[in-house]
């Protein structure tokens, strides 16, 4: 089965660790030829991907100067690359690129799947919401992260074939030895949705010197949140017990010294993190925003689902679970074991089945 994956980047992010997982399964268990198609902006590869992978990227640079000129130009060298590729299947990932995929893909013969990889209320304007609303439709196949989702896109598109896949989250063994700290982590880009000026405030007003509060991340989106957060701490006189970690490739350590996961994101598609902070045996605390948390999350038994910005309660839950390792404990147990549904080999057969199932 030859596999064609298309995506802007393997950089930094949920989206591109998704992708790089599934490269790498289609490759490993089913002894899949995967090419993958780069194109956006940065066409960097952040994760690790099997070596078998075939890569390829556009002979030209793409900038936001000459933003239509290099749209225009990379649906062409789309169109031409898929074309000498000749796949049995193409997989999409991007709210914002799979539009331009669906756009190069006119008049070829391949069937082509795309996912959205992002919250399903996002508003992304009113020109790439129309051209969503005409093109997804023409896809072969969309495949939903949530339930949620797929109930949301029910009612934009005239699509009958979907599949409803949550992310693929890897196991993270927990060393018998391993100690836990008083650390309360969150991890994710330092972009404006996630609000971590206002975790970093809810911290603060508890008041508990004896934990540590450690955000591991970096900028993304051009939005310069990282000076913007270093601001906020000189401001409050730089306390010991609060960091910023920046961009972590082993994000692993982090989770396994930690004893809870604080989540305060307004929008989300399926959040890995919360996954992986599950897999590690940590207890979450996440704000329930429209898809993704509480897909994983069942409040009260493995975690706790807070209202979107209801930050009295969001410090309510993490007082009580600070102040009962016994309850930590029990919660992180059941995390650990309930995310298990989400086991890599599991989704990426559900991917490979459903992308290849024409050819089945």
């Known amino acids: 089965m030859k596999i064609c994956c298309c995506i802007h980047s393997l950089g930094p992010g949920g989206m591109e660790r998704v992708m790089s997982e599934l490269i790498n399964g289609f490759i490993r268990n089913h002894g899949a030829e995967v090419h993958v198609i780069l194109y956006g902006i940065e066409r960097t590869i952040f994760y690790d991907v099997d070596e078998r992978a075939i890569i390829h990227r556009p002979p030209f640079v793409f900038t936001n100067k000459r933003r239509t000129w290099c749209t225009l130009k990379t649906i062409q060298y789309l169109h031409k690359e898929i074309k000498h590729i000749a796949p049995d299947t193409v997989l999409s990932f991007g709210n914002y690129w799979n539009s331009l995929v669906l756009l190069a893909t006119r ?7 795309v996912s959205d990889r992002s919250s399903p209320a996002k508003d992304m304007g009113k020109f790439q919401n129309k051209l969503r609303n005409v093109l997804y439709p023409k896809a ?12 949301y896109y029910d009612r934009l598109f005239q699509q009958s074939n979907y599949a409803i896949i949550g992310n693929p989250i890897r196991n993270i063994e927990i060393p018998s030895d391993n100690e836990r700290e008083n650390v309360i982590v969150s991890v994710g880009r330092l972009i404006h949705t996630k609000h971590y000026d206002r975790m970093i405030k809810l911290f603060a007003e508890l008041n508990r010197p004896d934990w540590k509060l450690v955000i591991v991340g970096g900028d993304a989106q051009n939005q310069n949140n990282m000076a913007k957060l270093k601001s906020q701490l000189t401001e409050m006189g730089n306390p010991e017990n609060i960091e910023l970690a920046g961009t972590q490739k082993e994000v692993e350590r982090y989770l396994l010294r930690s004893s809870i996961f604080a989540f305060t994101s307004s929008s989300e598609g399926f959040p890995n993190v919360v996954g992986e902070a599950m897999s590690s045996g940590l207890p979450v605390i996440s704000y329930d925003c429209v898809a993704g948390p509480s897909d994983m999350i069942e409040d009260g038994v493995n975690g706790y689902l807070v209202p979107v910005f209801d930050d009295e309660l969001f410090k309510t839950r993490l007082k009580e679970l600070m102040d009962n390792a016994e309850k930590r404990e029990e919660m992180g147990a059941k995390a650990k074991a309930s995310i298990k549904a989400f086991e890599v080999d599991k989704i990426v057969d559900n991917f490979y089945q459903f992308i290849t199932k024409q050819h089945q």
């Open 107 to 113: 008049g070829l013969k391949y069937p082509v799947y």
């Open 140 to 151: 072969t196949g969309i495949i939903a992260q949530t339930t949620k989702a797929k109930e």
